[in-house]
């Protein structure tokens, strides 16, 4: 006789970067144990893996694929997922910057949002007829950015750039035609990136720059009676509403 199952509840939500909804369920027990693996590993890489695994786990919608999530994508569900899960209160420390006193933020996760530079697009018009359409880094592709170089590898900091612009590009255009860039060999996106000009590089960088980021702006006041400082902060990225 099958033991009987607690229905859980269901949400929905948009995906910052598309607009689209997807549904989802608050995460259970077997993916707080992912999580809490993950956080005992202490790796960057295991958490990543961790948070895709628990967002594939917990999201229903068809289609929907959280290994190909960009960044800011990915934590924003995430924090909505806590938020369902465990509360919708995070408390975050940080110190004070007059006394040193450790504060404790109280954060409402529900008014987290996903703050877009007016500035930023895709599309990027390289020249008169030639542009490039740009993806988002996924989490994985930005963690290998900041991983130590190693020289005795041959590793450099130019290569890791060419690298993530290369893997970013999703397809390069002209007036007559648009041409994938999973059509396309490494070597052969190789010799377009060093083809282009400084002036052409700076607007690809501009996408990085520009690119939609977890924001929360929140005014705070220490706690020690004696110092009775007041400032604001900007919380950016999932470590900082956690951490």
Known sequence: MALPTIATPTYTLKVPSTNK??????????????LLMAMESGEDKDMADALRQIIGNCVSTAGFDATTLAVFDLEYI???LRAKSVGEIAEPRIRCPECDTEI???????KVKVKKDRKHK???????NIGVTMKYPDVVDL??????????????????????????????????SVYPAKDHTEEEMTVFLESLTTEHFEKIQQFYETMPRLEHKM???????????????????MQDFFY
């Open 21 to 34: 909804s997807i549904t989802y369920r608050p995460f259970l027990v077997k993916e707080e144990k992912i």
């Open 78 to 80: 995430f924090l909505n």
């Open 104 to 110: 404790i933020l109280n954060v409402d996760l529900t």
């Open 122 to 128: 895709a599309e990027i018009p390289l020249s008169e």
């Open 143 to 176: 963690l290998k950015l900041e991983t130590p170089i190693d020289p005795e590898a041959g590793e450099s900091e130019i290569d890791r750039t060419f690298t993530m612009i290369q893997h970013s590009i999703e397809n390069i255009w002209d007036e007559n």
């Open 219 to 237: 005014k705070y006041k220490c706690t020690n009676e004696e110092c009775d400082h007041t400032d604001e902060m900007v919380l950016r990225g």
